[in-house]
C-alpha cells in the first residue's frame, strides 16, 4: 500500500496535472493505493468546463480518491452532503456511490498500515476580491 498526496485542483483547473502524474505512475498504483488531494479539491465547480470528465476520470482511474478541504472549496456544497463513517472518521462523498471522499477535518482514518490525521483550511490571499456565495 502506498499514499500519494497532492494538492490545489481547484476544480479541475489543473486536473491535467494530476493525469500527467497517473500516466507516468499508473503502472506502480495499485488498488490499495490512496490519492489524497491536500487542500483546494475545488469540486463540484460551476465554472469549470468538463467537470464530469473529469470526476469520472478520477473515480475509474484512482485508487482510493480521497481529499481534504482547503480554502477554495465549495463549503456550501458540502454542508448540505450526508455523514458517513469510513476507516474510523468522519467522511461525505462527491455522490452517492462514488469513491471520492471527503476526509473531514479532526477526523483519524486508519488505512492499513498508516495512520492518517485530516485537517485543512487555510488564509486565503485572495478573500479581499472575493464575494460571498458567488466566488
Known amino acids: ?5 497532492t494538492g490545489d485542483l481547484h476544480g479541475g483547473f489543473e486536473i491535467e496535472e494530476l493525469r500527467a502524474w497517473h500516466r507516468a505512475n499508473r503502472s506502480r498504483l495499485k488498488a490499495e493505493d490512496y490519492v489524497i ?14 467537470e464530469e470528465e473529469d470526476v469520472r476520470w478520477m473515480e475509474s482511474r484512482l485508487p482510493h480518491p480521497l481529499f481534504v478541504d482547503g480554502n477554495h472549496e465549495h ?20 455522490a452517492r456511490r462514488s ?37
Not at 83 to 94: A, D, H, I, M
Request: glycine share 14%; with cysteine.
Open 75 to 94: 463549503f456550501d456544497y458540502w454542508a448540505r452532503r450526508p455523514v458517513e463513517e469510513w476507516k474510523g472518521g468522519r467522511v461525505q462523498r462527491l
Open 99 to 135: 469513491p471520492i471522499r471527503h476526509l473531514m477535518r479532526g477526523e483519524v482514518f486508519d488505512l492499513g498500515r498508516e495512520t492518517v490525521f485530516s485537517f485543512g483550511g487555510a488564509t486565503s490571499v485572495d478573500k479581499g476580491w472575493r464575494v460571498l456565495g458567488e466566488s
Open 37 to 50: 488531494v491536500a487542500g483546494d479539491f475545488g469540486f463540484p465547480s460551476d465554472d469549470c468546463f468538463g
Open 1 to 5: 500500500m502506498a499514499i500519494y498526496v
